[in-house]
Each structure stands twice: as structure tokens, then as C-alpha cells.
């Protein structure tokens, strides 16, 4: 089978993370099995999703982990021009969820798989699938913590994100966090009598929004990144029933992304400083059963690789070309970095500017870069 034919096949998975992905990996088994691969799972607590794992390749050697997550965004709302699960080339580009970001490299690394049992391989290469990427790189996790254990650590990890083949060896930390804000209701012409939810809700916005700005006006900068300093965002807030009623609750998530330089938890028990010294006993001198509770929503490690660490130079030479970049979205490589302290790069066909929107897609000519890529890789772990 031909790349462009496993991603067809991969599409037609709906693997949106709020499903399960187990069809998926059963039939990626069932095709490693007819080239002689063996493959295993690591599940979730559920059971209901897993990550697979495959080795090619000598056991007692470094070897390179090609490592792709096979879940995507939902396509809810979205006016796409074709049926979103179902691969569609026109004009030289195969549409479909999931194209880019990221089933078009797990699909060229599958469509390797007899090239790789061909060669005498000396650098055993290692396909790593994982799930939930997309919610917070938590499926992940788990094959990290069996990786630990290998008995030969692997020499080097490539997440193959769509990077338009460019080598790409940093990204930001990221810290997603919910905030719910327990004020006390009542009528609005007694407000001063109760506690309003949604008004400390925005004073503690003001507050993440403030260390924004000073983070841009005073902080450390990155060239590599486009916004080269670390940023603070609140997304979402919401609060209240109608004018006349005091709210008694809101809810707001926020963010932040940082660069090397800056601790994100360090800036997140920040907020929660502000809120504990001096936004609840305001609130609870009032109403003392009120309060303000934080969630983690996801936490993405940043990944940041040295420009002349071996695996860059070693994928530049492979993908042809010599330059880096840094991007602005997470991936999974960090945690290779952090939790395994495997040199990690990331590199992928495809264009991150088409993925969770309508009409993605990823070009024919993008899928061959890729296979060729792989090819190069393999040719230089043969023995």
C-alpha cells in the first residue's frame, strides 16, 4: 500500500479524542502483522483507547522513535466541502480530517514498514501511535513511562507534526487552567450584601492580563518564536443569569505559554497567590463560604533542543536542508524531552495553518516528501 492509500484508510477512522481509537489500531496491527511486525498497547484507565508501539529492528541498539498521534479535532459546525472522513483528492491535494495534522506522516511511516523489514537495519527504528494528543498530549504519557524502562534508551525522537519538512526544535510551555469563581446570589438592589461572582472574575482576568503586558514590555524574548516572549490569554468567561441577580458563579479558562526563560507554574501559582491573599478574604468577609477553585485544563511541556545537538543535524541532513524554526503550537515532543530525556526534533509533511479547519487537506507532493524523507532515514540505519 502506497502512503496515500494508508491515509485514505486512516481517515476513515473517526478518531475525534472524544471517541475511542481502538478500530484504528486494530487494523494498523492487523497490517503490521502481514509485513512480520509485532506491535502492543498501552492502554488508557478506561481501556477504551490505547497507544501502539512497534520495534524494526535490533533490540540491544539506540534507536529512533517516529512517533505520530492518530487523534484529531472534532468537525463540529465546520462548513467542509467534502465528507470530512473520507479522503478526496482534488487537484493535486487529499482532503480529509486529519490530513496535515498529523495521519499524512503516520501514514508514511506505515507505508515504510517493508522497506524498513527489508534492510539490515543496524539503528532499530521504533513507530510510536498515540492518542489524545489533541486534549492536552495525554495519551502519550503512558508510552513515555514504558519507554523509561527499555533496557537501551532510545538515541532520538522525531514527532512528525506538519512543519512543511522543516526542522523544528523548540516550541513554548504551555499551562491551561479553569478557574470557577463561588460568589453568593441575591437581589442586584442589595449587591453590596452578597458577593459577585463574575465582578472577582474579571478583577482576577485583569490581573493575568496585566502580567501579559509586562511579560511583552519587560521580559525575556526568543527570535526564533513570532511572538518571541511569553504570553497570558484568557479565552473564555462566563457568568450570570440576568441583570437583577447577583451571580453566584463564573467560570473563565486562561493560559499561559512560555518560553525557556519564564516558569509556567511559577506564573500560575502566581494567579493563585492574588486570588488566596487578596481576592477570597474580600469575597469571604462577606460570605465566608465563598471562594475560587483552579483546574488544570492540560499542561503541554515546552520543548527546546540545542541548535547543535546531534538530532538536528542528523534530520536537517536528512529532510536537506539546513535551516530551524520554532513553532508556536505544542506537540507531544516535549515530553519525550522531560519525561525520557530523549533528544527530540520535530519534522512533518504537511502545513500546521490547514489543520482544525474546514477543507484541511495535505498535497500529494507534501505525502512524497515525507516518504522520502523516511526513506533517507532508513538508508542511513541500515548496518
Known amino acids: 500500500m502506497t502512503a496515500q492509500d494508508i491515509l485514505a484508510k486512516l481517515i476513515a477512522f473517526d478518531t475525534v479524542s472524544r471517541n475511542t481509537n481502538l478500530p484504528l489500531i486494530e487494523w494498523v496491527e492487523e497490517y503490521l502483522t502481514e509485513h512480520g511486525v509485532a506491535s502492543h498497547r498501552v492502554y488508557d484507565e478506561t481501556g477504551e483507547k490505547a497507544n501502539l508501539i512497534a520495534t524494526i529492528g535490533p533490540k540491544d541498539a539506540p534507536g529512533i522513535i517516529l512517533s505520530g498521534h492518530v487523534d484529531v479535532v472534532p468537525v463540529d459546525g465546520q462548513p467542509w466541502s467534502t465528507d470530512p472522513f473520507r479522503a478526496t483528492v482534488i487537484d493535486g491535494r487529499l482532503y480529509g480530517r486529519g490530513s496535515s495534522d498529523m495521519k499524512g506522516f503516520c501514514a508514511c511511516v506505515l507505508a515504510a514498514v517493508p522497506e524498513m523489514t527489508a534492510a539490515d537495519l543496524a539503528t532499530p527504528l521504533h513507530i510510536l501511535l498515540s492518542y489524545d494528543e489533541e486534549v492536552g498530549c495525554i495519551g502519550v504519557?503512558?508510552?513515555?513511562?514504558?519507554?523509561?524502562?527499555?533496557?537501551?534508551?532510545?538515541?532520538?525522537?522525531?514527532?512528525?507534526?506538519?512543519?512543511?519538512?522543516?526542522?523544528?526544535?523548540?516550541?513554548?510551555?504551555?499551562?491551561?487552567?479553569?478557574?470557577?469563581?463561588?460568589?453568593?446570589?441575591?437581589?442586584?438592589?442589595?449587591?453590596?450584601?452578597?458577593?459577585?461572582?463574575?465582578?472577582?472574575?474579571?478583577?482576577?482576568?485583569?490581573?493575568?492580563?496585566?502580567?501579559?503586558?509586562?511579560?511583552?514590555?519587560?521580559?525575556?524574548?526568543?527570535?526564533?518564536?513570532?511572538?518571541?516572549?511569553?504570553?497570558?490569554?484568557?479565552?473564555?468567561?462566563?457568568?450570570?443569569?440576568?441583570?437583577?441577580?447577583?451571580?453566584?458563579?463564573?467560570?473563565?479558562?486562561?493560559?499561559?505559554?512560555?518560553?525557556?526563560?519564564?516558569?509556567?507554574?511559577?506564573?500560575?501559582?502566581?494567579?493563585?497567590?492574588?486570588?488566596?491573599?487578596?481576592?477570597?478574604?474580600?469575597?469571604?468577609?462577606?460570605?465566608?463560604?465563598?471562594?475560587?477553585?483552579?483546574?488544570?485544563?492540560?499542561?503541554?511541556?515546552?520543548?527546546?533542543?540545542?541548535?547543535?545537538a546531534e538530532v538536528v543535524s542528523f534530520t536537517k541532513s536528512l529532510a536537506q536542508r539546513n535551516d530551524h524554526a520554532k513553532v508556536a503550537f505544542g506537540t507531544e515532543g516535549g515530553l519525550f524531552q522531560t519525561m525520557a530525556d530523549i533528544p527530540t526534533v520535530v519534522i512533518g509533511p504537511g502545513d500546521i495553518g490547514r489543520a482544525h479547519k474546514a477543507d484541511e487537506y495535505i498535497t500529494l507532493d507534501e505525502i512524497a516528501a515525507g516518504s522520502a524523507f523516511l526513506s533517507r532515514l532508513i538508508d542511513r540505519c541500515r548496518a
Open 141 to 308: 504519557r503512558g508510552a513515555i513511562r514504558e519507554i523509561v524502562d527499555w533496557p537501551v534508551k532510545p538515541r532520538a525522537c522525531i514527532v512528525g507534526e506538519p512543519t512543511m519538512m522543516q526542522v523544528v526544535l523548540g516550541h513554548k510551555t504551555k499551562r491551561s487552567i479553569r478557574v470557577t469563581v463561588r460568589g453568593k446570589t441575591g437581589h442586584s438592589s442589595l449587591a453590596p450584601t452578597y458577593v459577585n461572582a463574575v465582578e472577582y472574575a474579571a478583577r482576577l482576568t485583569v490581573f493575568i492580563s496585566d502580567m501579559g503586558r509586562e511579560l511583552a514590555a519587560t521580559g525575556a524574548v526568543d527570535p526564533l518564536y513570532d511572538v518571541g516572549h511569553t504570553t497570558a490569554h484568557v479565552g473564555m468567561l462566563h457568568g450570570g443569569t440576568q441583570l437583577n441577580i447577583v451571580p453566584d458563579e463564573a467560570v473563565f479558562d486562561f493560559e499561559f505559554r512560555a518560553i525557556r526563560e519564564d516558569d509556567a507554574d511559577a506564573m500560575v501559582e502566581g494567579v493563585k497567590t492574588y486570588a488566596r491573599e487578596t481576592l477570597e478574604p474580600a469575597m469571604q468577609a462577606v460570605a465566608p463560604e465563598t471562594g475560587i477553585d483552579f483546574h488544570t485544563i492540560s499542561e503541554v511541556d515546552g520543548l527546546d533542543t540545542a541548535p547543535d
